[in-house]
């Protein structure tokens, strides 16, 4: 998974589809942003959070990114 330097509070993260991994979050109750209107189509922003809530969302999207792997 690559994620780009960042200098605020929030992280962008290379997921392959965006727009289908930000849809498969929310159900899980988590929210990201996909990036789309900057041309990241592949991308999704995440905010950092609370220790706990970061730990979260990288489970999910580590779960998620596996499945659509075919791990």
């Known amino acids: 998974m690559d994620v780009l330097p ?13 727009a289908g991994v930000t849809r498969a979050l929310l159900q899980q109750g988590l929210i990201v942003r996909p ?3 900057y041309g990241l ?7 950092i959070g609370l220790p706990e809530h970061n730990d979260c969302v990288l489970e ?10 075919g791990l």
């Open 41 to 47: 189509h592949e991308w999704v922003r995440i905010s």
């Open 6 to 18: 960042s200098g605020g509070n929030f992280l962008l993260v290379h997921v392959g589809d965006g």
């Open 35 to 37: 990036v789309d209107g």
């Open 60 to 69: 999910a999207l580590q779960r998620l990114l596996g499945r659509l792997a």
